[in-house]
């Protein structure tokens, strides 16, 4: 089967004619003219039994796009926990990273994805520290690109409680902590005082 279809089987979610396909020796791994794989254009269309039965055939979680995208980077960045924990039991790499140079992680913080970063914070052996292109952590971003709200409190005590380093400067030296007294967030501050 050609690649193409391969990709629009994927698109369409259609499970059956892709698996017919795959027993057929297709290949799991096949990408469309972007680099994506069919993972991750399932994990893309968030078509989650889409996504089981490709792992289920031994597609590679970690291969990257053209921009850098993996099936486990996307899933974490769009918050799809279900998908990170399948990742995460199906060899999901920690040393292979996005565009900005940054973890799963990282983008989960920013946009306020508690549950992925529950999960993400307390995978033993997580980079929970990494410091991407920015310069910044997971930790940086959830107070310098979040909100303040309860959703962002919440992330912020996840990191700590993971053992985060809460020193951990920007490229300006400037800390967490100073952000967020400078953004006017006091019970983040709290939190990171406490």
Not at 71 to 82: R, V
Request: overall charge neutral; charged content about 20%; glycine content about 8%.
């Amino acid at each position: 089967m050609q690649d193409e279809n391969l990709v629009n089987l994927v698109m369409k979610n259609d499970i059956t004619k892709l698996k017919n396909a795959l027993n057929n020796g297709a290949n799991v791994n096949t990408t469309d003219q972007k680099g994506r794989s069919l993972l991750l254009i399932a994990v893309i269309g968030k078509q989650t039994e889409m996504a089981k039965v490709l792992v289920e055939y031994k597609a590679d979680v970690n291969l990257q796009d053209a921009q850098k995208d993996s099936p486990f980077l996307y899933a974490g960045a769009s918050g799809q926990t279900e998908l990170v924990k399948l990742f995460l039991n199906n060899g999901a790499r920690f040393d292979v990273f996005n565009r900005y140079n940054g973890t799963a992680l990282i983008p989960a913080c920013e946009r306020g994805h508690v549950e992925t970063v529950e999960i993400l914070a307390n995978t033993k052996g997580f980079p929970i520290d990494h410091v991407n292109r920015l310069g910044w952590t997971a930790l940086m971003e959830a107070v310098v690109l979040g909100d303040g709200s309860t959703i962002y409190q919440q992330i912020i005590t996840i990191l700590k409680n993971a053992g985060a380093d809460l020193n951990i400067p920007d490229k300006d030296s400037i800390t967490a902590l100073q952000h967020s007294k400078s953004l006017g967030f006091k019970n983040i501050v709290k939190i990171l005082e406490s």
